[in-house]
């Protein structure tokens, strides 16, 4: 009988080990960049890159819970390497490579990031006596400009009759910095925005 007992012992461990071997447990936690703490309800997406392919194929979405946490557990493959692309609304997509080398069976791989909050500036340019000399020119200083929906870095240029207006989009709890001049030095100045998250500040100018 104990002979018996020590065989089905056997036959369940080499079972549990080899089940261990065939999994990766992907997990981590989300956190808030901007407001502190756990980010809960973000979607946390996996994609595979089977090897010799630059193609990724989706494989499952988890959702983070109140403490931001998600699991995976991903069937080991001839994996080049996988991705986790975490998103929530209004704040900036996150897009991670985690390359096979990276991955192990015999323990849980552990990775954690963080989203930041997003937040907008809308920009109001008018000419109220317009001439077709006129030149209004802006130099964006600082603030997000690597995103959709960024406004880049550097100089902007507007002539004659400009009555415009966009969104520029930057990180929450941030300033957005920029030097203006209308016909050379007629009349310059800088100034900024402070972006609270979640938020549309309106900046007007009327030269």
């Known amino acids: 009988m104990k002979y018996l007992v020590l065989i089905i012992c056997t036959i369940f461990l080499l079972s549990s080990c080899k089940k261990k071997e065939l999994f990766f447990v992907i997990k981590g936690s989300i956190s808030d960049n901007?407001?502190?703490?756990?980010?809960?309800?973000?979607?946390?997406?996996?994609?595979?890159?089977?090897?010799?392919?630059?193609?990724?194929?989706?494989?499952?979405?988890?959702?983070?819970?109140?403490?931001?946490?998600?699991?995976?557990?991903?069937?080991?493959?001839?994996?080049?390497?996988?991705?986790?692309?975490?998103?929530?609304?209004?704040?900036?997509?996150?897009?991670?490579?985690?390359?096979?080398?990276?991955?192990?069976?015999?323990?849980d791989n552990i990775f954690n990031y963080s989203l930041t909050a997003k937040s907008w500036t809308k920009?109001?340019?008018?000419?109220?006596?317009?001439?077709?000399?006129?030149?209004?020119?802006?130099?964006k200083d600082s603030g997000k400009s690597d995103c959709d929906g960024c406004c880049p870095d550097g100089y902007s240029f507007y002539y004659g009759a400009v009555d415009t207006s966009f969104y520029c989009v930057n990180n929450g709890n941030e300033y957005?910095?920029?030097?203006?001049?209308?016909?050379?030095?007629?009349?310059?100045g800088i100034d900024s925005v402070y972006n609270e998250p979640f938020d549309t500040v309106i900046y007007e100018y009327t030269y």
């Open 123 to 139: 920009f109001i340019f008018f000419n109220q006596q317009p001439s077709s000399q006129d030149e209004l020119k802006i130099y």
């Open 34 to 107: 901007t407001l502190s703490g756990a980010l809960q309800n973000a979607n946390v997406k996996l994609y595979v890159f089977p090897l010799g392919s630059s193609l990724s194929e989706y494989k499952e979405n988890k959702i983070t819970d109140y403490q931001g946490s998600y699991k995976f557990e991903l069937e080991r493959d001839k994996y080049e390497k996988i991705e986790l692309v975490i998103s929530k609304e209004n704040y900036f997509e996150s897009k991670n490579i985690i390359t096979f080398s990276n991955l192990s069976t015999e323990e």
């Open 176 to 188: 957005m910095k920029f030097y203006y001049w209308v016909n050379g030095n007629q009349e310059n």
